[in-house]
Nanobody
Framework: QAQLVESGGGLVQAGDSLRLSCAASGRTFSMYTMGWFRQAPGKEREFVAVINWSGGNTYYADSVKGRFTISRDNAKNTVYLQMNSLKPEDTAVYYC????????????????????WGQGTQVTVSS
């Protein structure tokens, strides 16, 4: 069993930056791909970014590419999402998730391949 706890959300203005953190426990963190997803009101949960177990590979949704950066610190069992140049359309609850299988990134943009989820942190961007 893994436990994930997000932090760092808040209310900001368009163009501002935020850094989300997700602290993990319960499984060997360095063995698992970690992802960030988000869900806006009335919309389905969508993929934002993913980082593989070593941090050597990252992938982003087109909507955030060039503005968001995912990173991880395996010594601290934490994954981060640095969000720059925020837009009102980035407003959502952001969730971190841990991949089902160790040392794998197959279907990394599909929520169903992640077995563990945090409680979410609200990000609101005003115009």
């Amino acid at each position: 069993q893994a436990q994930l706890v997000e932090s760092g959300g808040g209310l900001v203005q368009a163009g501002d930056s935020l850094r989300l953190s997700c602290a993990a426990s319960g499984r060997t963190f360095s063995m698992y791909t970690m992802g960030w997803f988000r869900q806006a009101p009335g919309k389905e949960r969508e993929f934002v970014a993913v980082i593989n177990w070593s941090g050597g590979n990252t992938y982003y949704a087109d909507s955030v590419k060039g503005r968001f950066t995912i990173s991880r610190d395996n010594a601290k069992n934490t994954v981060y999402l640095q969000m720059n140049s925020l837009k009102p359309e980035d407003t959502a609850v952001y969730y971190c998730a841990q991949y089902r299988s160790a040392y794998s990134t197959y279907d990394h943009d599909f929520a169903g391949t992640y077995d563990y989820w945090g409680q979410g942190t609200q990000v609101t961007v005003s115009s």
